[in-house]
């Protein structure tokens, strides 16, 4: 009688010590330097870089991203936010554009990503320890930081010698609540593995607290969205995800159309006299960027045309979808659909052999893409990170189980 030999897993002892320092260090960024989370991400991406072999065919999401950079790039040809011909003089004002900085970012996020897939399952269950008890560690912080009216956060600016009135730094740590809303479920799902129920709980109680008293009303909205992707996940499995592809194709789809559909109907000016004054301010911009969007709905206006309305847009729509259609019209639109579509539709293919991980992944994709629909730019750089950083989350925690495949996300062209 013959047993097969077993052949011991290959460690990455490399991969998985960047990892660790990522997920280290996102407790003390997303409490006190949420713009960190970029350099962080492209720091990572260069420290794995060297050790991820040669480059290869990129894979299908990668390749969208990569078409919708080229696209971005090319449609500053026509955007009023191009940079003056001979502004260009040094790297440093090549760097700012922000055509320039979807590339680095795609190549070295990317390379984050593609060393989280290529960890093993032991450095992928370290890496997710340290992720699932440091975001824990911070929405302690955070909540009881906002129990106490950011004085916390206060006294450390004053430490640093720069001090901020209690009204702004309710704001700053207010932006931690948009990074526990997405990592929440990777993290609940690490806790609830090594049996720490206790701990999911104080870790919602902690994102949900500061949400409320922060006003981050948003990060409530996502929260309850991707609640309800997990219960629908988790419980028709493959049906569940593929109605969650459906979900996330609708807007990036019929966004301005809907938006101006409810002003014809009457609806918009309804929805006018129940919201607060910041929603209220949102209706105004959506109205807007889709009048707008008629006017060059298959091109769009251009990367970073959303800076160029004065008050009408300030800095960005708060809605990516419209964003993508106002700036790159159809083809954008439908590309960066294309990409979250796929990573949707990986969950579905996910609930094959793990429902819970695919509805922990179904729901962080969700979060995140209803703080984009409600909150931030498109092109921010620390909400990319953010973006990436999540998928990093929810491949670890898959990988730490050993039952991990590669349906959620390939990003780099690396291998």
């Given amino acids: 009688m013959t047993t097969a030999s077993v052949v011991p897993e290959k460690g990455t002892p490399w991969l998985g010590g960047v990892m660790v320092f990522v997920f280290a260090l996102t407790p003390l960024l997303g409490y006190a330097a949420q713009l960190g989370f970029a350099p962080l991400m492209a720091l990572a991406g260069l420290l794995v870089l060297p050790v991820m072999g040669r480059p290869r065919a990129p894979a299908a999401p990668a390749l969208m991203l990569l078409l919708l950079a080229i696209w971005a790039a090319y449609s500053m040809t026509w955007s009023p936010a191009a940079p003056p011909p001979g502004s260009l003089k040094d790297y440093g004002d090549v760097e700012k554009v922000t055509a320039v900085k979807l590339f680095l970012q795609l190549a070295l996020y990317g ?57 702004i730094a309710k704001i700053k ?7 526990m809303s997405v990592l929440f479920w990777p993290a609940a799902a690490v806790l609830a593995r090594r049996g720490r129920k206790a701990a ?161 992944s179904g729901a962080a994709l969700t979060s995140y893409l209803v703080i984009g629909a409600l909150s931030f730019g498109v092109w921010q750089e620390w909400w990319i990170a953010v973006g990436a950083l999540a998928i990093i989350a929810c491949v670890v925690v898959r990988r730490s189980s050993g039952e991990y495949s590669d349906e959620l996300v390939e990003l780099s062209s690396l291998g």
């Avoid at 992928?124 to 975001?135: E, K, P, S």
């Avoid at 560690?137 to 430490?159: C, P, Y």
């Fill in 200 to 360: 999911v709980v104080l870790l919602l109680a902690g994102v949900v607290t500061t949400s409320v008293l922060s006003s981050a009303d948003s990060c409530l909205v996502a929260l309850a969205a991707g609640g309800a992707v997990w219960l629908l996940v988790k419980g028709t499995g493959k049906l569940g995800g593929r109605l969650l592809t459906l979900a996330v194709a609708a807007p990036f789809v019929v966004a301005p159309i809907a938006v101006l559909w409810a002003i014809q109907t009457g609806f918009w000016g309804w929805l006018h006299g129940l919201v607060p004054p910041s929603w209220d301010a949102r209706l105004n911009i959506w109205a807007f960027a889709a009048d707008h969007i008629q006017d060059h709905p298959f091109r769009g206006w251009g990367l970073d045309a959303s800076r160029t309305f004065g008050d009408a847009v300030p800095l960005h729509t708060h809605n990516a979808q419209l964003q993508l259609w106002l700036e790159l019209g159809a083809v954008g639109a439908a590309l960066a659909g294309a990409f979250f579509c796929w990573l949707a539709y990986g969950v579905a293919r996910a609930a094959h052999t793990d429902r819970g991980a695919a509805a922990m």
């Fill in 111 to 167: 390379a984050a990503v593609a060393a989280a897939l290529r960890l093993s399952a032991r450095a992928a269950d370290r890496a997710a320890t340290v992720m699932g008890f440091g975001l824990l560690a911070l929405a302690v912080v955070v909540g009881v930081d906002a129990l106490t009216g950011a004085s916390i956060f206060q006294k450390l600016r004053v430490l640093t010698g720069d001090p901020v009135r209690p009204d």
């Fill in 173 to 179: 740590i207010s932006i931690g609540c948009y990074v």
